[in-house]
């Protein structure tokens, strides 16, 4: 069985969880004396390489948590390295040599979501550790975590639910857990639904633009208009929210010529091929089926002179006044919706 661990991924709420159960189950077993979580960038390196080694004390098992991957710093000028710098790297290949050395009692867990996989440390640990790889959760995986975490709150939500839920919450895991929370604590033992979770849950910025752009794809003037408003109500600024929409439609075009070149070609193809993240092509791959590339082009062309107006002062804009940037996205909304 396995003693040594690295637990990586973007998805921190899973993998923050992880922490927490295994803290849980090993104070239940064994108590807490030997559990020690420590922070690589507080604590010296010896330290760390003394806990990791230590035997159990009055126990037979001990569990440590290592915050951050120790290494040699990232930037240094090797005509100016320091006895500190030497001695560093020096305790570093000592580590890197221990890691076989820790004691079966011990279980030694590094924590680090995003770790620089070029430093000689990450490649030695991930040739003896087991590495736990927390992604971000998508399409059934991710409706299935909301409604079990639902359920926990002794509610229910059925899947086109949960599934309009994720799309106001970007599929962030923290956000959908403490809006889970807030809707739960408001409508106890009760099912979710659109209306409810409308009436509780405020969009992010990008959930928002899906929403209009989804609109505008029904040539819905009014719920495009109403998004709008929406934002402007919540307080946004709506240069960026004009900025986002620009983004989008950038997006619709680089899909719709995805779609052309590769016909068989799918939302994770082309995330991989932008580098989006796997929501935002999801979402964008299903709103361009529902427009022309005329009308795309048309539309950018449209956006790309409400810009080129904000630069040159013709549409006038301060923090407390967005009246005329407001009218100008109305009035493209109305000629995009209106042909």
Same mark, same amino acid.
């Given at each position: 069985?396995? /003693?040594? &661990?690295?637990? $990586?991924?973007?998805?921190?709420?899973?993998? /923050?969880?992880?922490?927490?159960?295994?803290?849980?189950?090993?104070?239940?077993?064994?108590?807490?004396? /030997?559990? @020690?979580?420590?922070?690589?960038?507080?604590?010296?390196? !010896? @330290?760390?390489?003394?806990?990791? %080694?230590?035997?159990? &004390?009055?126990?037979?098992?001990?569990? =440590?948590? =290592?915050?951050?991957?120790?290494?040699?710093? +990232?930037?240094? !000028?090797?005509? #100016?390295?320091? +006895?500190?710098?030497?001695?560093?790297?020096?305790?570093? #290949?000592?580590?890197?040599?221990?890691?076989? !050395? =820790?004691?079966?009692?011990?279980?030694?867990?590094?924590?680090?979501?995003?770790?620089? +996989?070029?430093?000689? &440390?990450?490649? *030695?640990? $991930?040739?003896?550790?087991?590495?736990? @790889?927390?992604?971000?959760?998508?399409?059934?995986?991710?409706?299935?975590?909301?409604? *079990? @975490?639902?359920?926990?709150?002794?509610?229910?939500?059925? %899947?086109?639910?949960?599934?309009?839920?994720?799309?106001?919450?970007?599929?962030?895991?923290?956000? %959908?857990?403490?809006?889970?929370?807030?809707?739960s604590s408001h409508s106890p033992n009760v099912a979710f639904n659109k209306t409810l979770i409308d009436k509780l849950v405020v969009p992010t910025l990008e959930a928002n633009i899906f929403h209009f752009t989804d609109a505008l794809a029904a040539r819905d003037h009014k719920r495009a208009i109403h998004k709008l408003h929406e934002t402007m109500l919540a307080g946004d600024n709506l240069r960026p929210l004009f900025y986002m929409i620009v983004r989008q439609f950038r997006l619709l075009l680089q899909a719709n010529g995805y779609i052309s070149n590769n016909p068989t070609g799918n939302s994770s193809s082309f995330a991989s091929s932008l580098k989006l993240h796997p929501f935002v092509a999801k979402n964008t791959f299903e709103q361009v089926r529902h427009f022309k590339t005329s009308e795309l082009i048309d539309a950018y062309q449209n956006l790309l002179d409400i810009d080129v107006d904000m630069k040159t002062s013709k549409i006038r804009m301060t923090t407390d006044d967005q009246d005329e940037l407001a009218l100008a996205i109305e009035r493209f909304i109305l000629r995009f919706c209106c042909k």
């Open positions: 069985m396995k /003693n040594l &661990f690295l637990f $990586t991924g973007e998805e921190t709420y899973l993998l /923050n969880n992880q922490i927490k159960d295994w803290k849980n189950a090993f104070k239940e077993k064994h108590g807490d004396m /030997n559990l @020690e979580i420590l922070d690589s960038n507080e604590i010296p390196l !010896n @330290e760390i390489m003394a806990a990791a %080694l230590a035997m159990p &004390f009055l126990s037979d098992k001990r569990l =440590i948590f =290592i915050h951050g991957l120790p290494d040699s710093p +990232k930037i240094r !000028n090797a005509d #100016k390295v320091s +006895k500190k710098d030497e001695k560093r790297d020096e305790d570093l #290949k000592k580590f890197a040599v221990n890691l076989d !050395n =820790i004691p079966e009692s011990s279980v030694v867990v590094f924590v680090q979501p995003n770790p620089d +996989k070029r430093f000689s &440390f990450y490649k *030695n640990l $991930t040739k003896k550790a087991e590495i736990k @790889e927390f992604n971000p959760l998508q399409g059934q995986m991710l409706n299935s975590w909301i409604q *079990n @975490e639902v359920k926990k709150k002794g509610c229910s939500i059925d %899947l086109d639910s949960a599934e309009y839920l994720a799309s106001l919450t970007g599929q962030d895991l923290w956000r %959908l857990s403490s809006e889970i929370s807030k809707i």
